[in-house]
């Protein structure tokens, strides 16, 4: 699949002497876009293989990944089930666009509550799905596993190799984890996590190979889906300036990371920068009703 990199042209590149290229793969589909095409691809693959017609995984409310998997699924033939953090949701959630697409699509909805979703990877809750939900193709939350990260190695290509640096924005890991494999000697990989905490790397780790990575954790704006004027009103100047559009769950955070970067002098001039765009928009519709209850700025359609 060829994904074209778009350069960026900006007052700011220039006078620092830095060359930014954004991989779009956000083109590569409306809902199934970016890092979960990628994610989704083989795991697809494998649940027919093992001949089980319904895909089992787990999400927020926001989450990219349950719209993604319910639409896959619905493409693909297979039914899918989304285990949902939040009970708070089970009553209102046709008021939210992303798990409202995701219904659309066929998913089977089921609301746990937030104590009992952090227990998503024990063995006695496992178990418990196992019981509730016979012969399911279980993929993690975010898409993270082998094949996952198998699928995430094919974004960099050969025309990719001219780069000094690759920026992802980081949600699990599994992302961050295909790029680092298949990053050239030469190349620095970036993850910006959206979350706050230390146990990115860690996780990462199960599935990296390589030492050619770092972790730039300043900039999650307070920790997932926290966001504040100064993030909003970038991404949309940004989209304004570029005509490219940015989430403000993960991409966002990430480019205002890599522009604070660049002011700060933290690259050397010369530096080619390539940004992986992980997609993500479809989370917009469901953000801008919680920027208006905080009385912070809208994000452009």
Same mark, same amino acid.
Not at 9 to 37: A, F, W
């Given at each position: 699949?060829?994904?074209?990199?778009?350069?960026?042209?900006?007052?700011? !590149? *220039?006078?620092?002497?830095?060359?930014?290229?954004?991989?779009? /793969? =956000?083109?590569?589909?409306?809902? &199934?876009?970016? *890092?979960?095409?990628?994610?989704?691809?083989?795991?697809?693959?494998?649940?027919?293989?093992?001949?089980?017609?319904?895909?089992?995984?787990?999400?927020?409310?926001?989450?990219?990944?349950?719209?993604?998997?319910?639409?896959?699924?619905?493409? /693909?033939?297979?039914?899918?089930?989304?285990?949902?953090?939040? +009970?708070?949701?089970?009553?209102?959630?046709? +008021?939210?666009?992303?798990?409202?697409?995701?219904?659309?699509?066929?998913?089977?909805?089921?609301?746990?509550?937030?104590?009992?979703?952090?227990?998503?990877?024990?063995?006695?809750? !496992?178990?418990?799905?196992?019981?509730?939900?016979?012969?399911?193709?279980?993929?993690? +939350?975010?898409?993270?596993?082998?094949?996952?990260?198998?699928?995430?190695?094919?974004?960099?290509?050969?025309? =990719?190799?001219?780069? =000094? &640096?690759?920026?992802?924005?980081?949600?699990?890991?599994?992302?961050?984890?295909?790029? &680092?494999?298949?990053?050239?000697?030469?190349?620095?990989?970036?993850?910006?996590?959206?979350?706050?905490?230390?146990?990115?790397? /860690?996780?990462?780790?199960?599935?990296?190979?390589?030492?050619?990575?770092?972790?730039?954790?300043?900039?999650?704006?307070?920790?997932?889906?926290?966001?504040?004027?100064?993030?909003? /009103?970038?991404?949309?100047?940004?989209?304004?300036?570029?005509?490219?559009?940015?989430?403000?769950?993960?991409?966002?955070?990430?480019?205002?990371?890599?522009?604070?970067?660049?002011?700060?002098?933290?690259?050397?001039?010369?530096?080619?920068?390539?940004?992986?765009?992980?997609?993500?928009?479809?989370?917009?519709?469901?953000?801008?009703?919680?920027?208006?209850?905080?009385?912070?700025?809208?994000?452009?359609?």
């Amino acid at each position: 699949m060829d994904i074209p990199n778009q350069k960026v042209e900006l007052p700011i !590149l *220039n006078e620092k002497g830095i060359t930014l290229y954004v991989k779009r /793969e =956000d083109t590569i589909h409306p809902i &199934i876009s970016g *890092n979960k095409y990628r994610k989704l691809k083989y795991n697809l693959h494998e649940a027919k293989k093992l001949g089980q017609d319904t895909l089992l995984t787990f999400g927020g409310a926001f989450s990219n990944h349950i719209a993604a998997t319910a639409y896959a699924g619905k493409k /693909e033939g297979l039914k899918t089930i989304g285990i949902i953090r939040g +009970e708070e949701l089970k009553n209102n959630w046709h +008021e939210n666009p992303t798990l409202k697409l995701a219904q659309a699509n066929g998913m089977d909805l089921h609301f746990v509550s937030r104590s009992d979703y952090r227990k998503k990877n024990s063995i006695a809750f !496992l178990q418990n799905l196992n019981a509730k939900f016979d012969l399911c193709y279980l993929i993690p +939350e975010g898409g993270t596993n082998e094949l996952a990260v198998k699928g995430c190695e094919e974004i960099l290509t050969k025309a =990719d190799t001219q780069f =000094d &640096i690759i920026c992802s924005c980081v949600g699990t890991g599994g992302t961050l984890a295909g790029l &680092i494999n298949s990053a050239q000697p030469h190349q620095t990989v970036l993850g910006f996590p959206a979350l706050k905490g230390n146990f990115l790397k /860690e996780d990462i780790l199960k599935f990296a190979q390589n030492d050619n990575w770092k972790l730039i954790a300043e900039y999650h704006f307070g920790g997932y889906a926290k966001v504040d004027s100064s993030l909003i /009103e970038f991404i949309n100047s940004f989209k304004r300036e570029t005509s490219i559009p940015l989430d403000p769950i993960y991409t966002g955070k990430m480019f205002f990371g890599v522009f604070d970067m660049i002011k700060k002098d933290v690259f050397k001039r010369g530096t080619q920068i390539l940004v992986i765009h992980t997609g993500g928009l479809q989370g917009i519709d469901g953000m801008n009703p919680v920027l208006k209850k905080k009385n912070l700025p809208l994000l452009d359609l």
